[in-house]
Nanobody
Framework: QVQVVESGGGLMQTGGSLRLSCAVSGDIFRVNTMAWFRQAPGKRRELVALIDYNHTTNYSDSAKGRFSIWRVDAERSMYLQLNSLKPEDTAVYYC???????????????WGKGTLVTVSS
């Protein structure tokens, strides 16, 4: 089994900052690409940022310049720094990871349950 747990969400005013964390655990051989998605009320889930095994990053247009993603492989963790928050950033933020399991030795994609970020105007 592989578990993914997000934390760090909360209520913030416009212009504020938050740091989200994602912790991965279980029978893991290797953690490949890690990503943050978000889903606002009434909207589809969308990619915010991702970081691959080589630490190459990619951001959505709305995240560029305001959000930063990084990972600490030794901890099997990933972070998302949210700066200059706007009300339209309000959403549930989900961690998504691609993992190669130990046994059986296969690739699986796992989602966390999400953490809510609310930005007030």
């Amino acid at each position: 089994q592989v578990q993914v747990v997000e934390s760090g969400g909360g209520l913030m005013q416009t212009g504020g900052s938050l740091r989200l964390s994602c912790a991965v655990s279980g029978d893991i051989f290797r953690v490949n690409t890690m990503a943050w998605f978000r889903q606002a009320p009434g909207k589809r889930r969308e990619l915010v940022a991702l970081i691959d095994y080589n630490h190459t990053t990619n951001y959505s247009d709305s995240a560029k310049g305001r959000f930063s993603i990084w990972r600490v492989d030794a901890e099997r963790s990933m972070y998302l720094q949210l700066n200059s928050l706007k009300p339209e950033d309000t959403a549930v933020y989900y961690c998504n990871v691609g993992v190669i399991r130990l046994l059986p030795h296969k690739y699986v994609e796992v989602w966390g349950k999400g953490t809510l970020v609310t930005v007030s105007s």
